[in-house]
């Protein structure tokens, strides 16, 4: 059984245990997170949270792209978070390259260079200010409570990053 099936079967158990009539549509804590995708951080274990708590947007890095912001907004103004939670981890895989390298290795295997920022950042810490930076000068987010964390994958630990 490939790992998809699996994972589909396990829904199943899931449908069982499921609060018929669902959650109510506005995250309870009004909170969003952002948050790299690697699969050693579960956010919402991390941080202790339920189904309907908050939203969750995740991408490589955790870095706020356009597509974060643009689920960023629609958070905020349709949905009613009010508050952003950043989180990077130790580890990173995002540290490990360089943006024109995996570039230039794209273009030799397909022939095509994608026209995205890949966003590689030397140093988790840097780049959770320079994620929150990206999100209090955007006009389109309204509420800048921003608070930015790096995820110790070795112990499960929260370190705060001042965001100044």
């Known amino acids: 059984m490939s790992s998809t099936a699996e994972l589909i079967a396990n829904n199943a158990s ?13 995250p309870a804590k009004k909170v969003a997170v952002l ?52 989180v990077h981890h130790t580890d990173c895989g995002m540290e490990t390259f360089s943006d024109d390298a995996v570039k230039d290795q794209i273009l030799a295997d397909t022939g095509l260079r994608p026209s995205f920022a890949l966003e590689a950042f030397p140093k988790a810490e840097d780049d959770v200010k320079q994620t929150a930076a990206r999100i209090k000068a955007s006009p389109f987010v309204p509420h800048k409570n921003i608070r930015g964390f790096v995820y ?3 112990t499960g630990r929260l370190r705060e990053v001042p965001l100044g």
């Open 14 to 26: 899931y449908v069982a245990g499921f609060a018929k009539g669902g959650l109510p549509l506005p």
């Open 35 to 86: 948050a790299c995708m690697d699969a050693r951080l579960d956010p919402a274990k991390a941080l202790g949270l339920q189904e309907g708590d908050a939203h969750v947007i995740r991408n490589a890095g955790g870095v706020a792209t356009d597509d974060a912001l643009r689920s960023l907004v629609i958070s905020q103004r349709l949905l009613g978070t009010e508050e952003v939670i950043l």
């Open 152 to 154: 110790e994958v070795e």
